[in-house]
């Protein structure tokens, strides 16, 4: 949690090459209208905006001549003005809802095609990052294509623009005003670089105490029953204190950096103007054509500034774009075949798993099934028992194919796994694991979760059934009582039994049942086992068991130790034999 918020803030400032940038193009083609309207919209506003500096030369010029001057000079003064106002809106209009447009098309592509990816790859990225990408990255590259590019284009234009009418209004001006820039701007530019690095280090101390504090407050129960408050008060402040240190280094640089830049433009001005002054008084250049040059000279140098300053925002969204782009690239693998065998109807619920050997992907040295081979034959359950580790949930996540076998096969109804199309495999397959999630919705969308086109009479039928229906009728809203985080708090008992109404609204031929470790009161363990044996009814049942009920009422029993099968047969038979199953049952079922 801390980890997830420190890397929000710190991958957000993090820089990318600029070229990661292309992956936005076929984004914004497809707003091909909004796109050219803005292209227009900026090249008129740019147009304008150069077009300003000569108006004010024609009024300095010849506007103070006769009245009829002045009128004629402030009226094109003031449609240039005018024009300059209505293409900005545009610009600003356009641009904006592109931006709004891109990054929305670019959220709903990246959330579909993370939905689409293995398993495997949620188990290596932490679900953190992934928002992180969908909400920090886009909304980087949101003020990038609404913001940021317009302004670069426009700063861009602006300096070509100005320094070429800068040509054209005094080549001898201009050519002083080239070979002295870089005279100015060589210290902002250095200024600059520290600035930034200092500004980095600054946030980097922001985020630190940010994830200080969100760990803290996230486990504040363990700080508040080993009373650490006064320290953890004490560490934050601490963090804090670094962060305004670091902050302070770096208002102090920003403010030098400010003077030197103000100083090094104004004075340039200043000295251009000097030099203009001389050629006005001697009779070489109108006082109108000065004031015209020095208003180009400040546009260029202020899109200069504005150039800069945007510059680093592109590098950051180039960053962001760069690690969607990377997101965007992940393939999965385990996808429908070309030709999927369709699903037999009605499946029969005919389990084999034969000779499988399999590790997780990131844990090649260590087996979590070798050999294992198990048939559980239509409605059958089959209860597995085993110490911590021993595989019995990775026969549950083979089952669903979230991972394939690197070795052996697993088939049902005859057909093996990889030649179905995943989502009808699983569509098949009733999953109630050991702690449900509850989503914050209500209790009636909570368990229609499991058949979404059921009726509120079928949700209904389906919560009597898990012994859920008592429990939600006395919830203030009944069934349209919110649940999850915000919403009415669930016992562990009713989580269960809210996963079970879900799972007879699936109504699936196979059921994949986990056990819940944690031990519930009599009444509600009762209540669970009942509607246990509703949903279970006429289903190929596989079971992860940690009640001696369970395993009493299992058709068969399988023991599990290191990925491999040790014994099997019924609870007596095993009790019998000893070993594993019997020192098992002892510290979990009996005790
Ligand atoms: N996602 C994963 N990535 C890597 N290794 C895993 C993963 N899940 C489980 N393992 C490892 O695979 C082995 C089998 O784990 P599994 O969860 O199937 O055991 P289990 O019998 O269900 O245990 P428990 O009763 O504690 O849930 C263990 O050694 C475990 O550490």
Redesign the pocket.
Known sequence: MADASADIEKTAQAKGKVVSLRGLWPFVQRQRGLFLAWLLALCASSAATLALPVAVRGMIDDGFRSASNIDATFAWLFAVTAALALATAARFYFVSLLGERVVADLRQRLYSHLLGLDP?FF?ATRSGELVSRLSADTELLRSLVGSSISVALRSFLMVLGSIAMMFVTSPRLATYTMIGIPLFVAPIVIGSRRLQKMSRQSQDRVADANALASEVLGNVRTVQSHAREPYERGRFFDAVARAVATARRRIGMQAIVTAVAITAFFGAIIIVLWSGAHDVVSGRMSAGTLGQFVLYAMLGGGSVGALAEVWNDVQRAAGGMGRINDLLMERALLVAPANPTPMPLPLRGDIRLNDVVF?????AD?P??EGFSLHVRPGETVA?V????????????LLLRFHDPQRGSIAIDDIDLRQLDPARLRESIALVP?APTIFATTARDNIRYGRLEATDADVEQAARSAEAHDFIDALPQKYASELGERGARLSGGQQQRIAIARALLKDAPVLLL?EA?SALDAQSERAVQHALENLMQGRTTLV?AHRLATVLKADRIVV?DH?RIVAEGTHAELLAQGGLYADLARLQFLD
């Open positions: 495997a188990e590790h997780y992907p990131s844990r260590a979590a099934l597995l085993g110490p911590s580790g021993a595989g019995k949930s990775t026969v549950f996540a050991q986990d470790t992860i599990m990925g």
